[in-house]
């Protein structure tokens, strides 16, 4: 009798443990709002990690998807009312700045391990952090790199005549100089080829194609953080000869893309390159991703890509003279930075949303998402970077070596750039995108565009309260705050 | 006397509805109009006085913006109903095929206004567009349709025309059949020319519903955005922007609610004005021809 009651009592324990070791968190009961821009891109890889975590921990994830233009308006209303209706929102580092007061910390769990360890430190010791603080965790990494044609570039005729003409090898261009010769090289209109490929046209993503040029001319490191404004008075930078010079260049380089390119955004310039009507082009990643596509590209196995063009000069705010280095000093620029996830305080499942994140954010987890089609997730974890084989199902092998080396060679780059983040981000990139349009098109001369952005510019700052956004853009920068 | 009082209570509730809905925004709206508020960065709210409708009156940008919206409007509309009361008039007269043409007609207007725009965007596109392909392929330049300031406006009057030509067809059409037929027989008996009976019976009686068709279509097109924001996103600079976009940029996009709701004030008033004067315009027109 006694041996009767310890088996049913030991089977009633068992089957009371046996959920439990089901949903390991036990989040039963538990559904998490996930706020992200329509899909696939990101949306889908949101979904796929859902599924998984819902299989381990019981919880339910209802990802809420709105067009992009909308997300952060969204965001911001709910953070100030405090409405809960996220647990988990999807952004982009430039809006970290005016949601930061809103977010949780990261768990301290998260911040160690292979987990922590594996995340490059480009993402996790500045991107992810603000006011010292890592707010958010990374889903996704983005930059600009150069994707180039390995048909053309490798073709022993196309070197023969290059080098010929112009009196250096063929290669990827390791100045801008070089870029624009390559591209003239290239731009044969009576065979429907052009030099490169970029975005003018606004509110199509310019903005930051317009920033990879004038990273190579602004940031310089000899004064760290004086690329958008002076780190010490908050003065606007953005009309300085380094900022002139990139805006001739980046309008110089219309001569060489296919004609009506100031209509042309990002989505636009990947068509271009993956159906082989130009040799070049300035893009994030899926460019190349795009270009290996077996059904829409017409230059399969022959995606290329590098670290984008430098200079040898830079403008020192500091002394109002260019700074002459003995070699280009490569200064790729992070443009976008990629997408990141955070966790509201306003989250009634704190614990939960978290664990969540580090689902989405795992090794294995974003392993699967970098190489699954229309994830529109990108390399940003050392391993992400280091297993070739992992791309072999998408890219042939110099391919991804190639397009890993482009990726891994910006963000290990010493004077590599990041973007601009800032309270009030928006008011100062529409005032930039007017001016810039009208220069793009000859309205204006971009000296006089330049000068009209900086005194917006200065002007925002005053709206807003100088000193704050001075400490916010030192905070940015990864730059102490001023005595 | 007190069954008096009982039916204004019962006004009462439909009263408070129409205020919550409509009329509480609107005062909502004009009391942040007179203030500085920003959703990004969080900045508390302050009382700006006639700051905000002050410093758009002196922009450039707003100026602009009422510029560019009145030539895309003027254009279009005239445009619209001068083909508009052409297809009408054939429609009514019986053409062979008159049957296959009035759905056809009517197909664009029934189509989503971003969606028209995209399928635009494609069609102008200069380097992936048919249009300019078939340019180039002729020997002609390839044309900035959607890069140079006076062909986007061109382009955007032509897809607005393209799009609500059929409703101005539509409206006409119902006008010319509501006609009476005895005037237009008398006029055949007195054996009045095609033309004499168009210009002497058909357009005066169409007048008064002309100038509302009109009315309807300026107001309507005053408030352009997705066609724009969807074909030149406002430039190049801001050369294409209309003042509904230009409220759009304040609002969701730099989040400047004191700016966009003073902006959306200033375009009530010149939707207004525009209206009164239409108006006054076109009473003494229709009381001459009537």
Same mark, same amino acid.
């Given at each position: 009798?006694?041996?009767?009651?310890?088996?049913?009592?030991?089977?009633?324990?068992?089957?009371?443990?046996?959920?439990?070791?089901?949903?390991?968190?036990?989040?039963?009961?538990?559904?998490?709002?996930?706020?992200?821009?329509?899909?696939?891109?990101?949306?889908?890889?949101?979904?796929?990690?859902?599924?998984?975590?819902?299989?381990?921990?019981?919880?339910?994830?209802?990802?809420?998807?709105?067009?992009?233009?909308?997300?952060?308006?969204?965001?911001?209303?709910?953070?100030?009312?405090?409405?809960?209706?996220?647990?988990?929102?999807?952004?982009?580092?430039?809006?970290?700045?005016?949601?930061?007061?809103?977010?949780?910390?990261?768990?301290?769990?998260?911040?160690?391990?292979?987990?922590?360890?594996?995340?490059?430190?480009?993402?996790?010791?500045?991107?992810?952090?603000?006011?010292?603080?890592?707010?958010?965790?990374?889903?996704?990494?983005?930059?600009?790199?150069?994707?180039?044609?390995?048909?053309?570039?490798?073709?022993?005729?196309?070197?023969?005549?290059?080098?010929?003409?112009?009196?250096?090898?063929?290669?990827?261009?390791?100045?801008?100089?070089?870029?624009?010769?390559?591209?003239?090289?290239?731009?044969?209109?009576?065979?429907?080829?052009?030099?490169?490929?970029?975005?003018?046209?606004?509110?199509?993503?310019?903005?930051?194609?317009?920033?990879?040029?004038?990273?190579?001319?602004?940031?310089?490191?000899?004064?760290?953080?004086?690329?958008?404004?002076?780190?010490?008075?908050?003065?606007?930078?953005?009309?300085?000869?380094?900022?002139?010079?990139?805006?001739?260049?980046?309008?110089?380089?219309?001569?060489?893309?296919?004609?009506?390119?100031?209509?042309?955004?990002?989505?636009?310039?990947?068509?271009?390159?993956?159906?082989?009507?130009?040799?070049?082009?300035?893009?994030?990643?899926?460019?190349?991703?795009?270009?290996?596509?077996?059904?829409?590209?017409?230059?399969?196995?022959?995606?290329?890509?590098?670290?984008?063009?430098?200079?040898?000069?830079?403008?020192?705010?500091?002394?109002?003279?260019?700074?002459?280095?003995?070699?280009?000093?490569?200064?790729?620029?992070?443009?976008?930075?990629?997408?990141?996830?955070?966790?509201?305080?306003?989250?009634?499942?704190?614990?939960?949303?978290?664990?969540?994140?580090?689902?989405?954010?795992?090794?294995?987890?974003?392993?699967?998402?970098?190489?699954?089609?229309?994830?529109?997730?990108?390399?940003?974890?050392?391993?992400?970077?280091?297993?070739?084989?992992?791309?072999?199902?998408?890219?042939?092998?110099?391919?991804?070596?190639?397009?890993?080396?482009?990726?891994?060679?910006?963000?290990?780059?010493?004077?590599?750039?990041?973007?601009?983040?800032?309270?009030?981000?928006?008011?100062?990139?529409?005032?930039?995108?007017?001016?810039?349009?009208?220069?793009?098109?000859?309205?204006?001369?971009?000296?006089?565009?330049?000068?009209?952005?900086?005194?917006?510019?200065?002007?925002?700052?005053?709206?807003?309260?100088?000193?704050?956004?001075?400490?916010?853009?030192?905070?940015?920068?990864?730059?102490?705050?001023?005595? | 006397?007190?069954?008096?009082?009982?039916?204004?209570?019962?006004?009462?509730?439909?009263?408070?509805?129409?205020?919550?809905?409509?009329?509480?925004?609107?005062?909502?709206?004009?009391?942040?109009?007179?203030?500085?508020?920003?959703?990004?960065?969080?900045?508390?709210?302050?009382?700006?006085?006639?700051?905000?409708?002050?410093?758009?009156?002196?922009?450039?940008?707003?100026?602009?913006?009422?510029?560019?919206?009145?030539?895309?409007?003027?254009?279009?509309?005239?445009?619209?109903?001068?083909?508009?009361?052409?297809?009408?008039?054939?429609?009514?007269?019986?053409?062979?095929?008159?049957?296959?043409?009035?759905?056809?007609?009517?197909?664009?207007?029934?189509?989503?206004?971003?969606?028209?725009?995209?399928?635009?965007?494609?069609?102008?596109?200069?380097?992936?567009?048919?249009?300019?392909?078939?340019?180039?392929?002729?020997?002609?330049?390839?044309?900035?349709?959607?890069?140079?300031?006076?062909?986007?406006? +061109?382009? #955007?009057?032509?897809?607005?025309? !393209? %799009?609500?030509?059929?409703?101005? @067809?539509?409206? *006409? &059409?119902?006008? /010319?059949?509501?006609?009476?037929?005895?005037?237009?027989?008398? +006029?055949? #008996?007195?054996?009045?020319?095609? !033309? %004499?009976?168009?210009?002497?019976? @058909?357009?005066? *009686? &169409?007048?008064? /519903?002309?100038?509302?068709?009109?009315?309807?279509?300026?107001?309507?097109?005053?408030?352009?955005?997705?066609?724009?924001?969807?074909?030149?996103?406002?430039?190049?600079?801001?050369?294409?922007?209309?003042?509904?976009?230009?409220?759009?940029?304040?609002?969701?996009?730099?989040?400047?609610?004191?700016?966009?709701?003073?902006?959306?004030?200033?375009?009530?008033?010149?939707?207004?004005?525009?209206?009164?004067?239409?108006?006054?315009?076109?009473?003494?027109?229709?009381?001459?021809?009537?």
């Amino acid at each position: 009798m006694v041996h009767k009651l310890a088996t049913l009592v030991g089977a009633l324990m068992v089957s009371a443990a046996t959920p439990a070791l089901a949903c390991e968190p036990d989040y039963t009961g538990v559904t998490l709002s996930v706020g992200v821009q329509t899909g696939p891109f990101v949306a889908s890889a949101l979904k796929t990690a859902s599924d998984n975590w819902s299989k381990k921990t019981c919880g339910k994830v209802n990802v809420v998807e709105f067009p992009f233009g909308e997300l952060f308006p969204k965001y911001i209303t709910a953070l100030q009312s405090s409405t809960g209706d996220f647990d988990v929102m999807a952004f982009t580092p430039a809006w970290l700045p005016d949601m930061a007061d809103f977010l949780s910390d990261m768990p301290a769990n998260m911040q160690q391990g292979e987990y922590w360890a594996d995340i490059h430190p480009a993402y996790k010791e500045r991107l992810m952090i603000w006011n010292g603080k890592v707010k958010a965790a990374q889903m996704d990494g983005d930059m600009h790199t150069l994707q180039y044609r390995g048909d053309l570039f490798e073709n022993p005729e196309e070197q023969k005549t290059f080098k010929a003409k112009y009196g250096y090898d063929l290669a990827p261009p390791k100045t801008w100089d070089q870029y624009y010769d390559i591209a003239a090289f290239f731009t044969r209109p009576d065979k429907g080829l052009f030099g490169t490929a970029e975005a003018y046209k606004r509110g199509g993503q310019q903005f930051w194609f317009f920033f990879s040029h004038a990273a190579s001319y602004t940031n310089n490191p000899n004064v760290p953080g004086s690329m958008f404004f002076d780190p010490e008075t908050m003065k606007a930078e953005i009309n300085n000869p380094g900022w002139v010079k990139a805006l001739e260049d980046y309008k110089k380089g219309l001569d060489f893309n296919p004609p009506g390119s100031l209509n042309n955004g990002s989505s636009e310039i990947r068509p271009l390159y993956s159906g082989g009507k130009v040799a070049m082009n300035i893009d994030w990643g899926d460019s190349g991703i795009l270009g290996a596509d077996k059904k829409e590209s017409r230059i399969i196995g022959n995606v290329r890509a590098s670290v984008l063009p430098a200079s040898a000069k830079i403008w020192n705010i500091k002394k109002s003279a260019w700074d002459e280095f003995p070699e280009p000093v490569a200064s790729p620029f992070l443009a976008f930075g990629g997408w990141q996830l955070g966790v509201p305080t306003s989250s009634a499942h704190m614990e939960a949303a978290w664990n969540y994140v580090q689902e989405v954010t795992s090794i294995e987890t974003s392993g699967k998402a970098i190489v699954t089609a229309g994830t529109g997730v990108n390399p940003y974890r050392l391993s992400h970077m280091s297993n070739v084989e992992n791309w072999l199902s998408i890219f042939s092998r110099p391919e991804a070596v190639s397009y890993l080396g482009a990726i891994k060679g910006s963000l290990d780059a010493k004077n590599v750039t990041f973007d601009l983040r800032l309270p009030g981000f928006f008011n100062y990139t529409e005032a930039l995108e007017i001016e810039l349009s009208k220069a793009l098109a000859g309205q204006v001369e971009p000296q006089a565009a330049l000068d009209a952005v900086a005194a917006e510019w200065d002007s925002l700052t005053e709206e807003f309260g100088k000193d704050k956004q001075l400490a916010a853009y030192r905070a940015s920068m990864g730059l102490p705050p001023l005595k | 006397m007190r069954d008096e009082r009982i039916k204004y209570l019962f006004v009462w509730p439909a009263f408070l509805i129409v205020l919550a809905v409509s009329i509480f925004p609107l005062i909502y709206a004009l009391t942040v109009s007179f203030q500085s508020m920003r959703l990004t960065p969080p900045l508390p709210a302050r009382f700006v006085g006639l700051e905000n409708y002050l410093g758009l009156l002196a922009s450039a940008r707003f100026w602009g913006a009422i510029a560019t919206t009145s030539i895309i409007v003027l254009i279009s509309v005239a445009v619209q109903y001068c083909v508009g009361l052409a297809l009408a008039l054939s429609l009514h007269s019986n053409v062979p095929g008159e049957r296959l043409y009035r759905p056809l007609f009517l197909f664009p207007m029934f189509m989503a206004p971003v969606a028209v725009a995209l399928v635009a965007r494609m069609i102008f596109s200069p380097t992936l567009g048919p249009l300019n392909e078939f340019a180039t392929f002729l020997g002609f330049p390839n044309l900035p349709f959607l890069t140079q300031a006076n062909w986007a406006i +061109a382009v #955007i009057a032509i897809v607005e025309i !393209w %799009q609500w030509t059929p409703l101005v @067809t539509l409206l *006409m &059409l119902a006008g /010319l059949q509501g006609l009476p037929r005895e005037v237009f027989e008398a +006029a055949a #008996i007195e054996n009045a020319s095609p !033309w %004499q009976r168009f210009w002497s019976i @058909t357009f005066p *009686m &169409l007048l008064p /519903l002309s100038v509302a068709v009109v009315f309807i279509r300026i107001i309507e097109g005053l408030k352009i955005i997705d066609t724009v924001f969807v074909l030149t996103g406002g430039g190049p600079g801001t050369s294409t922007e209309t003042l509904t976009l230009f409220a759009y940029n304040e609002g969701f996009k730099k989040f400047n609610l004191g700016q966009a709701s003073a902006l959306s004030f200033l375009f009530l008033m010149v939707i207004t004005l525009f209206g009164i004067v239409y108006l006054a315009l076109a009473r003494p027109l229709m009381e001459k021809r009537t």
